[in-house]
């Protein structure tokens, strides 16, 4: 069983550049959430996909945003990239299944390594 | 808003047993949780604390009190392999954002023989 899956590993790219990172979840999770995690501290949440819809938002500008697929598989898009968006970006999956959205059981893939210079 | 205090850095020997503390501050409550995350790697789940008391999960405990906005993670029998960054994640009510799960800024944790 394919847990959940990133792509492309490592990423660089120069400011105002735009990116886009794909997420494929583990079999038979509905849910998708981003992270970003700056160096030495913990994930902030970015948004949150179920049924192809952003369901919530966490703190971060409109310059981010995502896709969810019928399948499930996620992207996320960041526009007019800076500086400070350089990080790791972790997606996760849920499922409603084993608690749905309310279930703090994320499964976390290995995440995009994201340098802007 | 959410907010969550943990211990930067903890060094503990191998073998001993080790507790990090996580104290949060949120508008709703919907549960704790600890994610371990080692060097270069992705965040795994460890335990949930929906109400208070202590879940056991081998050697991995974990506390919550409701009424103090307190828990903690609790390592027994440590191995080298335990050293990690530790993270407690809390989740908001409805109100206040419940699919949105904040984490704290993680304690490492550093095992020596």
């Known amino acids: 069983d394919a847990g959940v899956t990133q792509s492309p590993t490592h990423l660089i790219k120069t400011r105002g550049q735009q990116v886009t990172l794909r997420c494929s979840p583990k079999s038979g999770h509905d849910t998708v959430s981003w992270y970003q995690q700056a160096l030495g501290q913990g994930p902030q949440f970015i948004f949150q996909?179920?049924?192809?819809?952003?369901?919530q938002r966490g703190n971060f500008p409109d310059r981010f945003s995502g896709h969810q697929f019928p399948n499930y598989s996620s992207e996320l898009n960041v526009n007019a990239l800076l500086l400070g968006d350089s990080a790791l970006y972790l997606c996760a999956s849920s499922s409603i299944y084993s608690g749905g959205a309310f279930s703090n059981e994320q499964f976390f893939g290995p995440g995009t390594r994201l340098t802007v210079l | 808003g959410q907010s969550l205090e943990q211990p930067s850095e903890v060094t503990a020997v191998e073998g001993a047993i080790v507790q990090i503390n996580c104290t949060y501050q949120?508008?709703?409550?919907?549960?704790l949780s600890w994610y371990q995350q080692h060097d270069g790697g992705a965040p795994t789940f460890l335990s949930y604390?929906?109400?208070?008391g202590l879940e056991e999960t081998g050697r991995f405990s974990s506390f919550l009190s409701r009424s103090d906005s307190y828990g903690y993670l609790l390592l027994q029998e440590l191995q080298m392999k335990d050293s990690a960054s530790y993270f407690c994640a809390v989740r908001g009510d409805a109100g206040a954002g419940s699919y949105q799960l904040t984490f704290g800024k993680g304690t490492k944790l550093s095992v020596i023989p």
């Open positions: 604390n929906g109400l208070d």
């Open positions: 949120t508008s709703g409550f919907y549960g």
């Open positions: 996909y179920y049924e192809e819809e952003e369901r």
